[in-house]
């Protein structure tokens, strides 16, 4: 990819992580997988001037999973099958400190967040089937509740870049931090947490149209509400989508409202648009378009971003074009 920004230095990056899997069942009720993966970028830029700049990590990771499930049938509400599903997992994650402050900062692939850590996720999942008049079934996930957290086994204070910290949402479990200190150069020293926060996500389906969900984050260090979002989801039609959404994240002074139409034009032609608004300073902070071309082979996108930086800050206009190649694989055989 090649990057082009505004009053900031243009660089290509080559990005290659190839990752290989070896899952196994020891026993029916049990499923291991164990990943080892090999992670090179390469810039024709680094952020001090002169010369380029690379990064070489090794990402090993070992999961351990069970899945155990219930059916019931003509269990009412007008379903012909209930099934009940829970999953459970407990994964390592090892991937290396490495100083990445030499990097330009562009997008996520930029920072690698170090890991050492153990994360269990508990998952309980309610699985619907109808039956249509005209014979067709249909089958949707009408409730689940899911709880995660995870246990950083070697914390310490690092360099963290800021754009990696601004999209470090208290629901997410990979990493916590305190004690942030902010240096000159778009990196923030900052100490890893020993817990993450305790994250429970729910969801309902009172009709196969229609969503309710919502997400809670639990500071269990210093016992304490972080985050709390909630939303609604509508299925106007198979081709339209509609979402309207409330986040709220404690010091962070985020307390807004998103909303989201998906549209697929066509089959090949999708269409989204999303926007955020700031309830405290009633003001939108955030309108996004994304129109996307999708065939067997490939993707071609195009997103327009306009952002509201705040007070003496202006706006930011982000164009990006993206194209994805899709390499198809031969089905499984069964």
Partial sequence: ?????????????????????????????????????????????????GGGANRFLVDLGQRFGSTFLRRFDDPGFGLARLTHIVESSLQYQYVPWGDQQSLLQFDPVDFVNPQNRLTFRVANRLMGRTREADGAVRT??????????????????????????????PERVDQAVKDLRPLSNGFT????????????????????????????AVNVEQPAMEAINSGVEVRVREDLRLEAGQSYV???????????????????????????????????????????????????????????????QSDENSVQVTYDLIVPTPAAVR
């Fill in 140 to 169: 949707y996930e009408v409730a689940s509740l899911a709880v995660a957290q995870s246990v950083n086994l070697q914390p310490k204070t690092r360099e963290f870049s800021n754009a990696y910290l601004e999209s470090l949402t």
């Fill in 1 to 49: 990819v090649y990057f082009e920004r505004s009053h900031a230095d243009n660089t290509g990056r080559f990005d290659v992580f190839p990752v290989l899997h070896l899952p196994l069942t020891p026993a029916p009720w049990l499923t291991t997988t164990t990943s080892v993966g090999l992670r090179e970028t390469a810039y024709t830029q680094a952020a001090e001037s």
């Fill in 189 to 216: 020293r900052a100490t890893e947490r020993r817990l993450s926060d305790l994250v429970f996500q729910a969801a309902v389906r009172p009709l196969p149209a229609v969503g309710l969900y919502g997400t809670v």
């Fill in 250 to 312: 404690r010091n962070r002074q985020v307390d807004g409202v998103v909303a989201k139409i998906l549209w697929m034009a066509t089959q090949n032609i999708g269409v989204d648009l999303l926007t955020r608004y700031d309830i405290r300073s009633s003001s939108l902070l955030e309108n996004t378009l994304n129109l996307r071309y999708k065939t067997c082979c490939g993707e071609v996108g195009l997103r327009y971003t306009h952002r509201t930086r705040g007070p003496g």
